[in-house]
Nanobody, 120 residues
Framework: QVQLVESRGGLVQPGGSLRLSCAAS????????MGWYRQAPEKERELVAT???????YYADSVKGRLTISRDNAENTVYLQMNSLKPEDTAVYYC??????????????WGQGTLVTVSS
């Protein structure tokens, strides 16, 4: 069984910064894509950013230039560095990974979610 555990979010003032991390553990053979999604109150979950195991990144237009995704393949960990935060970035942030377990087919795993609030 594979699990993703996210770091704690928090309250940040507009213009501030925050770094999230998400570590995968369990019977992992390989992790392909890793990513971050978010869900704001009364809105659908949306993709924020993804990174594959070779370092190729994708960003939603709304976060380009402010949020940076990175990963450490040796530690099975993905990060989201968030700078110049805006109130509209307030959401529950979920990490996501496409994992090939030691035994069994590929599976998509989600973290538990962590709340980021941007407010003065």
């Amino acid at each position: 069984q594979v699990q993703l555990v996210e770091s704690r979010g928090g309250l940040v003032q507009p213009g501030g910064s925050l770094r999230l991390s998400c570590a995968a553990s369990g019977s992992i053979f390989r992790i392909d894509d890793m990513g971050w999604y978010r869900q704001a109150p009364e809105k659908e979950r949306e993709l924020v950013a993804t990174v594959n195991r070779y370092g190729t990144r994708y960003y939603a237009d709304s976060v380009k230039g402010r949020l940076t995704i990175s990963r450490d393949n040796a530690e099975n960990t993905v990060y989201l560095q968030m700078n110049s935060l805006k109130p509209e970035d307030t959401a529950v942030y979920y990490c996501n990974a496409r994992v090939q377990p030691i035994a069994g087919p590929y599976t998509v795993v989600w973290g538990q979610g962590t709340l980021v609030t941007v407010s003065s």
